[in-house]
């Protein structure tokens, strides 16, 4: 027997409670892993309350990150003992994921937890470290360097916003932070960024093409943040885009993309080819300095993950929350 968050489909809606069960009750997979660590993400806390339907079949056990040792494998890539790690692949919503104590997968998965990292470590980081490394890289071979002007990151105070501020810092980039939580500055001074711009300036429409203001951006919110962001980076520089915290619809124009020459990277984590995954991780290895998310991360146990599912969907989760299953 394990536990696990369980979610249930009802005429009322989503159901989610913590239970024990059968290990038979897992689905296919050539690994078995004992989880020792997942996270609340911001997709973890939609499909925890029912909010949207990011879930895709039931019942279901949340948890788009999961990261523990091989119990057993019938893989060669594998061997039990090893430390693993997997972000995104559909895990937490159309196949059983993290949160629980045990979890039957694909070795397709699978990546291994850098040897630098304990297990701990990888959910601190988590698919929201992975999707930032993910923009940065976006950023970097669009040709965007640190002498030609500050990058903006918005929804700053989130999980892909807090790392990468701190990513970004780190490899001598200018950050500009966008935030509905201006208390949070110190936080995001911290982290790294040298302005703080308050959200409430990007999130209304505005003009089609603004002042040129930013050599890159890094948006986690979308709608009208996101087209206010287009249109004020300058000539010929990109925005990374991975999120939809203020909403799914874009209400711009062409003109920052054929007037300035604008790029605009679609950067999805769930389904991003192996060699992708793996170039990020060995980055995050490299650039992250890991003592500065340990400083914003707070460890929760397993009966917590459904109240701070409803948390992170209010907005009242700053940095990083990494679940300790076994506890």
């Known amino acids: 027997m394990f536990r696990a968050v369980y979610l249930q489909k009802t005429d009322a809606g989503t159901i989610a409670d913590v239970r024990s069960l059968d290990e038979s009750a897992l689905p296919e997979g050539d690994v078995l892993v004992s989880v020792e660590y997942s996270t609340i993400n911001y997709k973890d806390g939609l499909a925890i309350t029912g909010r949207f339907p990011v ?35 559909g895990v937490g919503d159309f196949h059983w994921g993290g949160l629980a104590q045990k979890a039957r997968v694909k070795s397709d998965w699978l990546i291994p937890v850098p040897k630098t990292f304990s297990t701990q470590n990888a959910m601190a980081i988590g698919t929201a470290g992975y999707t930032a490394m993910l923009c940065v890289l976006a950023l970097e071979k669009h040709g965007v360097r640190p002498e030609q ?25 200018t950050v500009a932070a966008s935030t509905g939580r201006i208390e949070e500055t110190g936080f995001l001074k911290n982290l790294g960024a040298t302005q ?22 890094i948006d986690t919110v979308g709608s009208a943040t996101l087209a206010n962001v287009c249109a004020t980076t300058k000539y010929r520089g990109a925005v990374a885009a991975c999120g939809l915290a203020q909403g799914l619809d874009f209400p711009t124009s062409v003109l920052p993309f054929i007037l300035r020459n604008v790029t605009l990277y679609g950067i999805d984590s769930v389904m991003a ?10 980055r995050l290895a490299r650039d992250l300095e890991v003592d500065k998310i340990e400083a914003v991360t707070q460890v929760l146990g397993l009966d917590q993950a459904i109240p701070t599912a409803h948390d992170i969907l209010a907005g009242k989760v700053r940095g990083r929350v990494v679940i300790d299953v076994n506890r």
Do not use: C, H, Q
């Open 55 to 89: 879930v895709r079949t039931f019942p279901m056990v949340p948890g788009i990150d999961v990261a523990g040792t091989v119990e057993s494998s019938a893989s060669p890539r594998f061997k039990p003992g090893d430390k693993v790690l997997i972000n995104g692949y």
């Open 149 to 173: 002007g500050s990058v903006l990151v918005t929804g700053a105070a989130g999980g892909v916003g807090s790392i990468s501020i701190a990513l970004l810092a780190k490899l001598g980039y």
């Open 196 to 217: 703080i711009i308050d959200r409430a300036t990007l999130a209304t429409p505005g003009e089609m093409v603004g002042e040129e203001k930013w050599a890159g951006a």
């Open 273 to 282: 080819p192996y060699a992708v995954r793996s170039e990020a991780w060995e």
